[in-house]
Nanobody, 111 residues
Framework: QVQLVESGGSLVQPGGSLRLSCAAS????????MGWYRQAPGKQRELVAG???????DYADNVKGRFTISRDNAKNTVYLQMYSLKPEDTAVYYC?????WGQGTQVTVSS
């Protein structure tokens, strides 16, 4: 298991962009699947995006076309690029890998 540390969360206006980063304490080269979840106040945690070691990606329907997940194995980092942000994207975003969760980073979309 690796330790995961997210960063990049912030307050952003609707229509804005953010890039979240997830730095792992060790190599992610052999980790088959990594992803991002989010949890909004009063709502269940939901999967936002995932990526396999081979680069295959999947996205929740409500972020398709706006969010892009990527991984840089050389830097042991996973990214979530978010465009056209909406107020309903407001949540704590968590990075995950098998057996590990990060502490989360807050994204707030508000004018």
């Amino acid at each position: 298991q690796v330790q995961l540390v997210e960063s990049g969360g912030s307050l952003v206006q609707p229509g804005g962009s953010l890039r979240l980063s997830c730095a792992a304490s060790g190599s992610i080269f052999s980790i088959n699947y990594m992803g991002w979840y989010r949890q909004a106040p009063g709502k269940q945690r939901e999967l936002v995006a995932g990526i396999t070691s081979g680069g295959r990606t999947d996205y929740a329907d409500n972020v398709k076309g706006r969010f892009t997940i990527s991984r840089d194995n050389a830097k042991n980092t996973v990214y979530l690029q978010m465009y056209s942000l909406k107020p309903e994207d407001t949540a704590v975003y968590y990075c995950i890998s098998p057996g590990s969760w990060g502490q989360g980073t807050q994204v707030t979309v508000s004018s």
